[in-house]
């Protein structure tokens, strides 16, 4: 019965749409969502349309470039059927949209393996690597910013404060290679390569901990001087609270809320960094299949990678805009009265 | 040391003195600050007129230099070929900076359009073109940009079209929520009221008033871009093998780390010593443009 049903989906629309007018959570949610799942599909269309539509010939890019003289005629058309390139590109992109929703990207085509494979085997080395490296990058930031606020000596908070913008413009390839240079060759630490063990983790971790350090410090350090001039400060300490007291009880607590707002800035810069430091110490991962899906244009390879990198980003701000109101009492107050939350969408 | 000025006359050899001793003030309060004007004023001539700088050339090795650690004669040594890599260096220069100086316009100026436009537009325009830069911000730069040089080519002049690219969204988002505080101020309104066409107020009244914050943006980008290229030259995106690219420096002096280490270290301080002076300048232009 097409009409029965057609009215049951009107009814359940326009309840929907009711609970979406008169309830300013449900409208949050529903933006916020809406808003990570374009941000998937549109990154999607755009590596589609750069890297299947974009050039000339689809073709060339499969073939090594040196070789692409070589490939002609039938085995020109037997690529291209296999790869779907004969079929328009709206065909093409339907169907690949439709496999991708399904989570599957194609074959790689330097292995054959599937894209999904090929990126669930390397996962793992880098989510290790970035989750010791977050870790590290914490701990710096943390200190610094304890540190700068809570000495009173003008030249140290000076000198500390400088540190971060520092570590920002440092490239992360010259951190691995003096890195290299000081603690592999020079001192014989650790080894230079390789990813067995322990010892083959710090110098990678150290790398990429660095550069992820800065915006975070940089941040910290911002809030916690924010956190310091307000006014409950100034009444911890009237009813005597020590400054170490205040630091870890108050502003300590305050001040790291902020700093979610930039988790997918660390993200990025995590995934950025990866491939620069996996491509440097040889390691496995994610970072270094990029590079060398790129530089040999493994196009759905490619393409896998960065909707995957795009959808985790997506993914995290979503899950910072939705968890900020839970954390802070004041956007849930303003939630609730329904204005547009300040500073939770990153 | 006092100078006293003839309080008769305070002629102009009195004001020379009073700037002289201005300039000697900033020098000696903030000392990190001129140097790194000094170190971007290098870079910048070493990019503009190599030939002043060295006599070598930056492609031609001299077999009894090979691997020559840093000396008076090779002050940033000499590499498996025996080119000097001080003279690499300063020729290297013109090719990154003037990678980084394209990368940073388009940026500016397409940035500074799309973000104009949506937040003079507003509504559905602006809404769907922020939500566009939403997914320029959800791909890593790097990432980005490294696609970007595959499909179209590897080159330097390709890898300042994709870092332009790469950064277009931050100046778009600072563009347009800055064209809308100026859109809301008393002034867009009297010229409204006073009939003054829409393409008029935004040339002569919203573009400029909303310029300054982008303009800082661009100063603090110039470090960003810079290293950019050279992470993308040092991954082996940009100029191929004998071009002196700072980044593809690096990279070939990575092999011989453990043996020669001068030749990746030396250039790499040297682009090191210009992004975080590059750095240290825009921080400073900001705060004076606070003040």
Same mark, same amino acid.
């Not at chain 1, 299949?289 to 530089?295: E, H, K, N, P, V």
């Given at each position: /019965? ?5 009215? #049951?989906?009107? $009814? ?24 990570? #799942? ?70 790689? #085509? ?21 989750? *010791?490296?977050?870790?590290? +990058? ?35 390839? /010259?951190?691995?290679? *003096? ?21 083959? /983790? ?17 941040? *910290? ?15 911890? $300490? ?66 896998? #990678? ?7 980003? +997506? +993914? ?13 009492? $004041?956007? $849930? ?14 | ?71 008076? @004669? ?103 929520? @800055?064209?809308? @505080? ?25 573009l400029p008033n909303s310029l300054n914050s982008v303009i800082a943006l661009a100063a603090l980008e110039v470090g960003s871009a810079i290293l950019a290229v050279a992470s993308l030259g040092f991954l082996g995106y940009g100029a191929p093998p004998p071009e002196p690219e700072w980044g593809l420096l690096v990279a070939e002096g990575r092999d011989y780390l453990g043996t020669y280490p001068w030749i990746a270290i030396m250039p790499a ?18 705060? @004076?443009?606070?003040?």
């Amino acid at each position: /019965m097409p009409k029965a049903e057609s009215s #049951v989906f009107a $009814r359940w629309r326009a309840s929907g749409a009711r609970l979406i007018q008169r309830h300013p959570v449900a409208r949050y949610l529903t933006l916020k969502v809406g808003r990570a #799942v374009f941000v998937i599909w549109a990154t999607f269309t755009a590596t589609f349309v750069l890297l299947y539509v974009f050039p000339a010939d689809p073709v060339d890019l499969l073939v090594d470039p040196a070789a692409v003289g070589q490939v002609r005629g039938e085995l020109r058309e037997q690529l291209a059927a296999t790869y779907g390139f004969d079929k328009p590109p709206l065909e093409q992109y339907l169907d690949r949209l439709g496999h991708a929703l399904t989570g599957d990207f194609g074959n790689s #085509v330097t292995s054959g393996k599937p894209v999904g494979h090929a990126i669930a085997e390397t996962l793992p080395h880098t989510l290790v690597l970035a989750a *010791l490296a977050l870790g590290a +990058a914490l701990l710096i930031a943390f200190a610094l910013a304890v540190g700068a606020t809570a000495t009173r000596r003008p030249w140290l908070r000076n000198f500390l404060t400088s540190l971060p913008s520092a570590a920002v413009s440092i490239p992360s390839f /010259m951190v691995a290679i *003096l890195l290299l240079q000081v603690f592999a060759f020079t001192f014989g630490w650790f080894p230079a390569f390789g990813d067995q063990g322990w010892r083959t /983790m710090v110098l990678p971790v150290a790398t990429l901990a660095l550069p992820v350090s800065g915006p975070i410090a940089q941040l *910290l350090i911002r809030s916690f001087e924010a956190e310091l001039g307000a006014s409950y400060i100034a009444t911890s $300490r009237a009813k005597g609270a020590t400054r170490t007291r205040i630091l870890t009880g108050d502003v300590f607590r305050n001040a790291s809320l902020p700093a979610l707002t930039i988790a997918g800035i660390v993200f990025g810069n995590l995934i950025a960094g990866s491939v620069i430091t996996e491509t440097v110490f040889s390691r496995q991962g994610v970072g270094r299949l990029t590079q060398t899906a790129i530089s040999s244009l493994d196009v759905p390879l490619v393409q896998g #990678v960065v909707v995957l990198v795009a959808a985790a980003f +997506a +993914a995290i701000n979503l899950a910072v805009d939705l968890l900020y109101p839970l954390l802070d009492p $004041r956007i $849930r107050v303003s939630l609730a009265q329904g204005s547009a939350p300040a500073g939770a969408s990153a | 040391m006092t100078v006293i000025a003839p309080p008769a006359a305070p002629s102009f050899a009195a004001d020379a003195v009073r700037s002289a001793r201005h300039t000697l003030g900033v020098v000696l309060r903030q000392p990190a600050l001129v140097l790194a004007w000094l170190i971007v004023a290098i870079a910048v001539g070493w990019a503009v007129a190599p030939g002043l700088f060295t006599s070598l050339s930056p492609y031609d090795g001299n077999p009894d230099a090979i691997f020559t650690p840093p000396t008076w @004669e090779h002050p940033f040594g000499a590499d498996r070929l025996g080119r000097d890599l001080f003279a690499r260096a300063v020729y290297g220069a013109g090719t990154t900076l003037s990678a980084t100086l394209v990368a940073v316009a388009i940026a500016f100026i397409f940035g500074t359009i799309i973000g104009l436009a949506a937040g003079y537009f507003g509504r559905f325009a602006d809404t769907a073109i922020m939500r566009l830069v939403d997914v320029l911000l959800a791909v890593p730069g790097l990432l980005l940009a490294m696609v970007m040089v595959s499909v179209l080519g590897y080159s330097t002049r390709n890898v300042a079209i994709a870092v332009g690219i790469a950064s277009i969204a931050g100046f778009a988002r600072v563009m347009r929520a @800055e064209v809308i @505080e100026v859109m809301a101020q008393d002034y867009i309104r009297a010229a409204d009221a006073l009939g003054v066409s829409r393409a008029r107020a935004v040339l002569r009244h919203v573009l400029p008033n909303s310029l300054n914050s982008v303009i800082a943006l661009a100063a603090l980008e110039v470090g960003s871009a810079i290293l950019a290229v050279a992470s993308l030259g040092f991954l082996g995106y940009g100029a191929p093998p004998p071009e002196p690219e700072w980044g593809l420096l690096v990279a070939e002096g990575r092999d011989y780390l453990g043996t020669y280490p001068w030749i990746a270290i030396m250039p790499a301080l040297s682009l090191a010593a210009v992004v975080i002076s590059a750095h240290r300048i825009s921080v400073s232009l900001r705060k @004076e443009r606070r003040s």
